[in-house]
């Protein structure tokens, strides 16, 4: 999952794309570099974001998603909101998922939509809101009442009529988690695998990565992968990221290596290897 910020104040590269047509390069640019699916998102979710008002979300993300269900028909359009107004506008631009870091308590009315559209969800687990979620967060086994959390929420999504195949799960690292219970919850991904739906998992540059290596965000990569590579390897489906090219290779390499199975590839004419 390629990570769209159509933002001036995402974490990683608030500004970047927030005009439509950069934001559309850099869709199409990681679908090339082999994400299946797009998250676009108009409001950042970064410890103490301030909330965006839903034209102001609309107006980011609904030209950006019309303009790429066009251009790279063969990924699939996520819309990273909390809303069901823009979710229900992202659906009729050709969103087909709907990523809610609230996991439908902030709007428990989105489920609803999700359900009527037929389309997917990922719902996330955030202690509090993102203006004080990272204000000393506490709890007695952060993945017991992550996954106990998971399941409440997906069972309300089931009663809500999303069939539990289109729900997706997700511990929501970062969000509201101290450094220790962000690897806690990766160390153990097994115990939220094993609600039994796909688990997504989002490290991509975030702020642990920074604490444990000293480094920036612009040179958290070497840490996203560290993290994806271990959450895939304790089951996670998902990897949500900003650096499509770099994290599938390595998790090419790393499912060749266990599997013993893999696809040659030419190497690029310039590679000496
Ligand atoms: N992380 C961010 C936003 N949305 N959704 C899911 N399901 N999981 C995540 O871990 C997740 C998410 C934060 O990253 P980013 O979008 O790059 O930053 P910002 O919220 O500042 O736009």
Not at 2 to 20: K, Y
Not at 31 to 39: I, K, N, P, R, T
Not at 77 to 96: F, M, N, P
Request: proline share 6%; hydrophobic share 45%; charged share 25%.
């Amino acid at each position: 999952m390629g990570v769209v910020n159509v933002t001036p104040d995402s974490f990683s590269d608030g500004g970047r794309f927030l005009d439509a047509d950069a934001a559309v390069a850099h869709g199409r640019r990681l679908v090339d570099e082999g994400a299946d699916v797009l998250d676009v998102g108009g409001e950042s979710t970064r410890p103490g974001a301030a909330p965006v008002p839903a034209e102001e979300e609309l107006g980011r993300v609904v030209p950006v998603l019309e303009r790429l269900g066009e251009e790279v028909p063969q990924a699939a359009l996520s819309i990273d909101t909390s809303k069901v107004v823009v979710a229900e506008a992202a659906v009729a631009a050709g969103a087909t998922w709907v990523n809610d870091v609230t996991a439908f308590r902030a709007e428990p009315q989105l489920a609803g939509l999700v359900a009527d559209r037929g389309a997917h969800c990922c719902l996330m687990h955030m202690l509090g809101e993102p203006r004080t979620m990272q204000r000393d967060p506490r709890y007695d086994d952060v993945v017991s009442e992550v996954r106990a959390f998971l399941e409440e929420r997906l069972a309300f999504a089931v009663a809500e009529g999303i069939p539990a195949d289109r729900v997706l799960l997700d511990p929501g690292i970062g969000f509201g988690k101290t450094v220790e219970h962000n690897l806690e919850l990766l160390r153990r991904l097994d115990e939220i695998v094993a609600i039994g739906r796909p688990v997504v998992v989002g490290t991509s540059r975030k702020s642990f990565l920074g604490k444990i290596t000293g480094r920036e965000v612009g040179e958290r990569l070497p840490g996203t992968i560290a993290t994806n590579v271990l959450a895939w390897e304790r089951g996670a489906s998902m990897f949500r990221v900003h650096d499509v090219a770099a994290v599938r290779d390595a998790l090419e390499v790393a499912a060749a290596t266990v599997s013993g199975r893999w696809t040659p590839m030419t190497p690029s004419p310039t590679s000496k290897g």
